[in-house]
C-alpha cells in the first residue's frame, strides 16, 4: 500500500508536525565533552549549538568544579535553554553536554541527557550518542536484580552496570559495563575528577578529538562533529578510535583500548545527510563526500534537461556536483524558510500540502519552462518528494527528473538513527517504477551501492550500509520483535 495522503478534517493534522520532516531519517544525538577549560559550560554551550542539528528535542550540560557535579537539561533548543545565568551556575573547568533526537525510549524530559547520578562510585554524568542494541534484554536483568529505572532510554543501562560494578575504579568499572553492552555507542562520561570517552568496537558514529590553547594551556576537547571545533577554536586532532577509552585526569591525558577494535562500521549516513558539510567524520570530509555521490549519480543516471536544483539544504551539494558533472546551470530553484519552528498551528482555511510549502518555496522565474533534475539526498517514505515535484510543476517545471544522492532505503537502523518501521520505507515495498509513479516525477533514479561506496572513498568495506542492504554488521536477531513487545509494554 502507498502511503496516505494527510487528511486535512483530521484534527491531528491542525498542528502540523510535518514540519518534524517526518519522512526523512530523523537526526540521532550529539555529544561534546571538554576538560581543562575554566569556561567549560560555555564551551560546551558553544559546542552544542554548532551540534543542534543532531536533536533538537532536548539539550543539557553537566559541570564539574573538581568537588560537585553541576547539572541543567531541559526540553527545546540550545539557546533556548542556556542563557547566560544558567551557563553561570555551571562552574568548573570540565563539562559534558549533549542535544537529543530520541531513537530509544520515550521523547520526555527524563529521558533528556547527560543522565546524571550519585551511586557508590560517586556523581556520575553521562552523554550518548547510538543505540544499544541488548538494552532491553540487559535492563531486564538488572530490574530483575532490583535496579530501579528512572527512564526509558537505553543509556541509563550503562549507569546502572557501573553501579553495580564491583571494580572500584572508574575505569575499570566502565570498561566492565561496556563489555556487558552491544550496539553503537559514542560517549563521554564526568566524573568529580576526570572525564572519559570511548567509543564502540566498531565506530558506528562519529567522536572527534581536539585541542584547544587557552592562556598557554591545553584544553581537550571531544564532538561528534568537527562542527562544534570550528566555532571554539580547537583544532581537530584525531578520531576516538573503534574501541578506545581516552581519560582525562590531572594526571594528563592517557588513551587505550577497553575492547579490540572491530572491522569498521562507520555510519554512511552521516556523509548522505546527518552530518554538516563542514564537517570533517570519520576522517573524510562530508562536503567533499556530499559532491563526490552527485557526480558519481550524474555518471550513473544523467538526464536530458536544462538546469539542476537541489532540494535544500542537504542536497545542495549533492547537486552541486551533479550540475559539474553534467555540465549543466546550478540554480537554486527551491528556497528553503530557516525560520521555521518546530509546530506551527495551521491557519482555519486548510491550505493543500500547507506542511511542505512552509518550509519550501519554488523559485518560479527559474523553473518555469524547464526540464529541471531535482536532487535530494534521500526518499523515504515518499510523501514529501511527490509533494515537492507537485510544487516543481506548478510552478511551471516542464519536466522533473528525480534523483536521489544513495541508495533505496530497505531496512531499519538499529544503531542510534531513528528510521520509519520497514513496512513504511517505499523501497522496501515497491519497484522503481511505482514508486516514480507515486512521486509524480517524469524519471526517478537512485545512487547505486558501489556509486556510494565510491564517493566516501570506501575501499575497505569500513562503513555500514544496513539502511540499504538489510545486513547488518552485528547480530540484530529478535531485535525487532523485542523492541514491538517492549513498545506494547509501554
Ligand atoms: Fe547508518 Fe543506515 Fe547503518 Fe544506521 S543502518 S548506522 S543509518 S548506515
Known sequence: ?????????????????????????????????????PEAANMAYLGLYALQHRGQESAGICSSDGKHLHCTKKKGLVAEIFTKRVIKDLPGKMAIGHTRYSTAGESNKLNAQPFFVECNKGQLALAHNGNLTNSIEVRGELEAAGSIFQATSDTEVILHLMARSRERNLKHALRESL?????????????????????DQRGFRPLAFGKLKHNGHDAYVFASETCAFDLIGATYI????????????????????WAPALPTSHCVFEHVYFSRPDSMVFGRSVEDSRQMLGRSLARESPASADLVVPVPDS?????????AEANLPFRMGLIRNHYVGRTFIEPKQSIRDFGVKLKLNPVQHIIEGQRVILVDDSL???????????????????????RISCPPTMSPCYYGVDTPDKDELIAANHDLESI???????????????????????????????CYTGRYPTDVVGIEQLVAEHRQKG
Not at 537526526?27 to 571538554?34: I, L, P, R, S, Y
Open 436 to 466: 516514480r509513479k507515486y512521486t509524480e516525477a517524469d524519471s526517478l533514479a537512485y545512487l547505486s551501492l558501489e556509486g556510494l561506496k565510491e564517493s566516501v572513498h570506501d575501499r575497505h568495506d569500513g562503513y555500514c550500509y544496513s
Open 315 to 323: 542536497g545542495v551539494s549533492a547537486a552541486i556536483g551533479y550540475a
Open 1 to 37: 500500500m502507498m502511503p496516505q495522503q494527510e487528511d486535512p478534517a483530521d484534527p491531528a493534522h491542525h498542528r502540523v508536525d510535518s514540519l518534524k520532516e517526518s519522512d526523512a531519517f530523523h537526526d540521532e544525538c550529539g555529544v561534546f565533552a571538554v576538560y581543562g577549560h
Open 238 to 257: 584525531d578520531d576516538v578510535h573503534p574501541g578506545e577509552m581516552i581519560l582525562v585526569s590531572k594526571d594528563g591525558l592517557v588513551r587505550e583500548p
Open 380 to 402: 523515504v517514505r515518499g510523501t514529501t518528494s511527490r509533494k515537492i515535484v507537485r510544487m516543481m510543476r506548478q510552478a511551471g517545471a516542464k519536466e522533473v527528473h528525480l
Open 179 to 199: 563489555l556487558r553492552i552491544e550496539g553503537a555507542f559514542s560517549l563521554a562520561l564526568l566524573a568529580k575528577d576526570q572525564l572519559i570517552v570511548a567509543r
